[in-house]
């Protein structure tokens, strides 16, 4: 078997976000409250599930998938009814599943896409790419190549010395990079992605990781793409690194936002943007108003970074969310 290298190296940024994260695992005690609120364990189950079939087009609402899963009747097309009912049951079997068994793999895809593809529970025959919208952004692997390529990534996952927190998000990358299925592949690397990373904390299976993913659904899509370019997946880890910490964040509720704040967030980019650009998406004139209740807020609280911290008060200056 071929010996797999990852395709990344380790920066000082994966290494802070794996800190923190550590940190903030060891504050919240999140497990805790999962573990005595089955209620919240269920409704970010059906969160995980709403956010993850949005990402791949599913146009129900999260009030409809959780009718669906409650057993209750839905209008909608038929085809999204059952994405719906296959996931909820896939993720009910995540806790008997092995990570690094790749007969687990492919028996978790057989219910995933149950009905929905000939070819469930079985690595693709035949050539697929991966698109955002209508644009082709990655070609994968030819088939015949699949099944020699996920063994060794497995392998790698499992034999690694590195963290799991970065294994998982390697791997999560090199999943979409082999893109082993007919279809499901978003669906399964996200799916797999929370089970390695429930090995070390069993909380990760009921951390809505997937509800922020969908929330940076176009960061999610240029990472992927910024990393296949430079044939290094560092600045995809650090994008779910982060990811997983605003999760924890986010549950553990330590950090309150404004409704500005909020606001801004939904407003701004990835990529940098003036403040007078942010300012026109927000409907603001006032500059005082805008540093003042939104922008230096979010930059307290580590959600803004500007392009040139060591001049702040550059006419060129720029703002990107984190």
């Avoid at 380790?10 to 409250?33: D, M, P």
């Avoid at 936002?257 to 409907?283: F, H, Q, T, W």
Wanted: glycine residues 6%; neutral net charge; contains cysteine.
């Amino acid at each position: 078997m071929d010996k797999y290298e990852p395709p990344f190296k380790v920066t000082g940024k994966i290494i802070s976000l794996v800190a923190e994260i550590s940190e903030i695992i060891g504050r919240i005690h999140v497990s805790e409250r999962m573990d005595s609120n089955p209620h919240l364990r269920r409704e970010n189950r059906i969160k995980t599930i709403y956010s993850s079939l949005a990402i791949e087009n599913n146009t129900l609402s999260l009030e409809q998938v959780t009718a669906i899963i409650n057993g209750k009747r839905v209008f909608g097309m038929p085809n999204e009814i059952q994405e719906v009912k296959n996931a909820f049951e896939a993720y009910e079997q995540i806790l008997h599943l092995n990570p690094f068994n790749i007969d687990h793999l492919l028996f978790a895809h057989g219910i995933m896409m149950q009905d929905l593809v000939q070819e469930a529970g079985r690595f693709r025959s035949g050539g697929v790419g991966v698109f955002n919208g209508g644009k082709l952004i990655h070609m994968a692997p030819p088939a015949q190549f699949v099944r020699r390529h996920i063994e060794n990534l497995l392998k790698w996952v499992e034999e690694s010395d590195l963290p799991m927190l970065i294994k998982s998000c390697v791997f999560h990358y090199e999943f979409e990079f082999i893109h082993p299925f007919q279809d499901g592949n978003g669906r399964m690397g996200r799916m797999w992605h929370t089970l390695l990373l429930s090995i070390d904390k069993p909380m990760f299976i009921y951390l809505p990781i997937e509800t922020l993913i969908k929330e940076r659904q176009q960061g999610y899509y240029e990472v992927l793409s910024a990393a296949d370019k430079a044939c290094d997946c560092a600045v995809f880890v650090e994008f779910l690194l982060q990811v997983i910490r605003d999760a924890l964040v986010e549950i553990g509720g330590e950090i309150k936002l404004s409704d500005k704040v909020k606001r801004l967030l939904e407003v701004m980019s990835y990529e940098p943007m003036s403040a007078k650009e942010i300012m026109g998406k927000l409907g603001l004139t006032r500059g005082q108003t805008f540093r003042d209740a939104y922008l230096r807020p979010a930059m307290e609280q580590g959600l803004v970074e500007m392009t040139q911290p060591n001049n702040p008060n550059s006419r060129n200056q720029k703002y990107f969310k984190k």
